[in-house]
């Protein structure tokens, strides 16, 4: 019974996508075995679903344009973004321009916090998805099979941060540009504009705390919580590609000023979105 339910799920699905859609989500490159999954639980009939919902929230809700999406190089890549928005929808809008305006389309893997696979069904969902927790493990061994990966260096302190830090980079990780440089992987710097102002919040570190999260948002008014955020418009400019060269195993301080490139070219591109960018939501 669950699975005839799934099979008429899965109909309904793919008959609310275009068959451009559906020829596009095909198309997609990436290793499966003989039932249709990837290592990391990653199958296409699943991203149908979720695809379904991406779309909605890219075209429709946020109505999100993609600039110079032709950037992305074939091969392995990595995509760096800045961070914002109390939830992920960044990620999603980045992940849905990838996949509906992507020349060709790709699954952008995005490298998700270790917490949230503790969240009930999140696991399951996710992986199947073809969203994998953000360990060097993982992230090298897609990138071996010459995957996109979707990283945000600033972290939860960049998706947690105030309104009032609004469009101010939180301090990069260096742990991203060390893999790069180990794997040889050339990376793809990009800035979203709008996800900043999607939710304003607090951050309710005791309830955060209670669930073992890095931050729980609060916005003022009911249900008190950003279910759902404003409509702001999202602006998904996507930067050149580069090819940094390097030890991966070099201190600190060295790392850090390639580090330091990289986000300088994600806060060029959010000053040129901002001086651009005629409202919010238009």
Same mark, same amino acid.
């Given at each position: 019974?669950?699975?005839?339910?799934?099979g008429?799920?899965?109909? /309904?699905?793919?008959?609310?996508?275009?068959?451009?859609e559906?020829?596009?989500?095909?198309?997609?490159?990436?290793r499966?075995?003989?039932?249709?999954?990837?290592?990391?639980?990653?199958?296409?009939d699943?991203?149908?679903?979720?695809?379904?919902?991406?779309?909605?929230?890219?075209?429709?809700?946020?109505?999100?344009?993609?600039?110079?999406?032709?950037?992305i190089?074939?091969?392995?890549?990595?995509?760096?973004?800045?961070h914002?928005?109390?939830?992920?929808?960044?990620?999603l809008?980045?992940?849905?321009?990838?996949?509906?305006?992507?020349?060709?389309?790709?699954?952008?893997?995005?490298?998700?916090?270790?917490?949230?696979?503790?969240?009930?069904? =999140?696991?399951?969902l996710?992986?199947? /998805?073809g969203? =994998?927790?953000?360990?060097?493990?993982?992230?090298r *061994?897609?990138?071996?099979?010459?995957?996109?990966?979707? =990283?945000?260096?600033?972290?939860?302190?960049?998706?947690?941060?105030?309104?009032?830090?609004r469009?101010?980079?939180?301090?990069?990780?260096?742990?991203?540009?060390?893999?790069?440089?180990?794997? *040889?992987?050339p990376?793809?710097?990009i800035?979203?504009v709008?996800?900043?102002?999607?939710?304003?919040?607090?951050?309710?570190?005791?309830?955060?705390?209670?669930?073992?999260?890095?931050?729980?948002?609060?916005?003022? /008014?009911?249900?008190?919580?950003?279910?759902?955020?404003?409509?702001?418009?999202?602006?998904?400019?996507?930067?050149?590609p580069?090819?940094?060269?390097?030890?991966?195993?070099?201190?600190?301080?060295?790392?850090?000023?390639?580090?330091r490139?990289?986000?300088?070219?994600i806060?060029?591109?959010?000053?040129?979105?901002?001086?651009?960018?005629?409202?919010i939501?238009?």
């Amino acid at each position: 019974m669950a699975v005839e339910k799934k099979g008429m799920f899965l109909r /309904w699905v793919e008959s609310r996508l275009t068959p451009e859609e559906l020829e596009r989500i095909r198309s997609i490159p990436t290793r499966q075995n003989e039932y249709g999954y990837d290592p990391f639980g990653f199958h296409r009939d699943d991203l149908k679903a979720v695809a379904l919902l991406a779309r909605f929230f890219y075209r429709d809700y946020f109505r999100a344009k993609a600039y110079n999406i032709e950037n992305i190089p074939a091969g392995r890549c990595m995509l760096v973004a800045n961070h914002s928005g109390q939830l992920p929808f960044d990620g999603l809008s980045i992940g849905a321009s990838v996949i509906f305006d992507g020349k060709p389309p790709r699954l952008p893997r995005a490298m998700i916090e270790h917490y949230v696979p503790k969240l009930p069904y =999140v696991s399951y969902l996710f992986s199947r /998805w073809g969203q =994998v927790v953000g360990t060097p493990d993982n992230c090298r *061994r897609l990138l071996e099979d010459e995957e996109m990966i979707l =990283v945000f260096p600033e972290g939860s302190a960049g998706i947690s941060k105030p309104f009032s830090s609004r469009y101010q980079l939180q301090r990069f990780g260096h742990g991203f540009m060390r893999l790069a440089l180990a794997t *040889r992987t050339p990376i793809v710097p990009i800035a979203l504009v709008g996800a900043e102002e999607q939710a304003p919040a607090l951050n309710a570190k005791f309830i955060a705390k209670l669930i073992g999260a890095p931050a729980f948002p609060v916005v003022p /008014w009911p249900p008190f919580f950003p279910i759902l955020p404003l409509p702001t418009r999202h602006h998904i400019y996507f930067g050149q590609p580069r090819l940094f060269e390097g030890d991966p195993d070099d201190d600190d301080e060295q790392v850090e000023q390639l580090v330091r490139q990289v986000k300088l070219s994600i806060e060029s591109m959010i000053m040129m979105g901002l001086k651009e960018r005629k409202s919010i939501f238009f």
